[in-house]
Every structure is written in C-alpha cells, then in structure tokens.
C-alpha cells in the first residue's frame, strides 16, 4: 500500500539486547518523525528527521537510543541495552515536511516487549 | 511550552447520541491543533485540523471540531454517534518543527 510501513510489528526480546525499527515512509514525504507509546507516558515525541538530517532529537530518552535515516527515506530506531522500561510501542510518522498542513501519517507501530 | 489536556479519561455515550470529546490548548501564538483517532492494534488516524480560518471544520467520518479562542478550546463533537466510533482519541497541537505534542487521550465507548 502507499501507507507508512513499519516493521517488524511485534518485537519480543530479553532485556540487555539491541533491537533495531524499521519505518518506511509514504513515497515523497520529507519530513520523519518517530514517538513511543506507553501506559504510564501516553504518547512521547522521540526524534524529528528533514531529509537525512535530525534537527531535534530532544525526546530520545537516552544514550541507548539512536536513529538515521538514509536516502531521505527509510529511518532506523535503534535501542542498545534494552530496559524493561523501554517496553512500548514505537510509532513512525511522516509528512510532505514540517512546514505543511497537511497532517502527519502514522504507521501501526512496533510493540516491543523487554523479557 | 505549549501543551494540549484533555480533561476525560472516558467518555460513553450511547448511540445515536451526540458525542464530545474535550481538549484544551496553550500555546504561544498561533495554535496548529489536530484530532487524531486510534483503534486497538493500530497506528493513529488523522480526523481533522485547524490551523486557520472558520472555527468549525469538517473532518472524516462525520467529525467536527470546533475551535475557540477565547476559551483555548479544540472540542471534538459529532451529532449522532456509532458504536464504530469507540475508540481512543487524541488531540495534538503541532509545534514549529513539525512535531505534534499530544493530549493523554480519551477513550470512548459508544454503546448500542
């Protein structure tokens, strides 16, 4: 479909492990975003990609986190040394850029689940 | 800072009732306030915006929000609601990079 793809959409791993998340957004969009949605938080922003580059990174919550993304396409969310409190689902949006009005897009998320 | 609230953890309504879901805003300067709308297991469902002109807009599948100023309020409404439309919704207002800062959510459930 012409929607944002994620991947994979269920992620079980034992807590010390990296995990990398995929997002593929819609053909066109510049402007990447990606939030967390947990129980006790709601729904966070983590990282802002325009193009290849991301001008705000203030909600990755910690060093552990990481993200890039490559031919102002595809975006990759890496967590190392996974917690159990990284346990959430992980949301991926995209929009022709920021400064449209046109609404962002989201995918269905990965639920990632720290054993 | 700008934030968005919404007062309501839960709102039931029964159907063929009108339905409102509450959201108030502060921002500076002029507010980008969006609906979202998120069903289990999926990602979030965009309903409408107001970023300028008529405070009552139109969205998707019957909704309409209206904006006031005056009282910082972006209230979700629809006049006669469905037990499809049990959901989870969001207000978010939008930020100058883009980035949408969300309500903590309404759940509300339509019973027949």
């Known amino acids: 479909g012409a929607g944002v793809s994620q991947s994979p959409s269920n992620k079980v791993t034992e807590k010390g492990k990296d995990v990398e998340l995929r997002c593929d957004p819609i053909s066109g969009h510049t402007a990447l975003y990606w939030y967390r949605q947990s129980l006790g938080q709601g729904l966070e922003f983590l990282i802002y990609f325009q193009g290849n580059s991301a001008p705000d990174k203030s909600g990755l919550p910690s060093d552990r986190f990481s993200a890039e993304r490559t031919g102002g396409s595809v975006s990759t969310l890496t967590i190392q040394r996974t917690q159990q409190e990284d346990s959430a689902v992980y949301l991926c949006?995209?929009?022709?850029?920021?400064?449209?009005?046109?609404?962002?897009?989201f995918g269905d998320g990965t639920r990632l689940s720290i054993l | 800072a700008q934030s968005v609230a919404q007062p309501e953890d839960q709102v039931n309504v029964a159907e063929g009732n009108p339905l409102t879901v509450k959201c108030t805003y502060s921002v500076s300067g002029n507010p980008y306030l969006f609906w979202y709308v998120q069903y289990p297991n999926r990602g979030l469902q965009f309903l409408l915006k107001?970023?300028?002109?008529?405070?009552l807009v139109k969205g998707s599948y019957g909704f309409e929000a209206e904006f006031n100023k005056s009282q910082t309020s972006f209230h979700l409404k629809k006049p006669s609601a469905l037990v499809s439309d049990s959901a989870l919704y969001f207000c978010?207002?939008?930020?100058?990079?883009?980035?949408?800062?969300f309500g903590a959510g309404t759940q509300v459930v339509v019973t027949p």
């Open positions: 978010a207002v939008r930020d100058a990079w883009g980035k949408l800062q």
């Open positions: 107001y970023i300028t002109g008529d405070n």
């Open positions: 949006a995209s929009s022709l850029d920021r400064n449209s009005n046109q609404p962002q897009h």
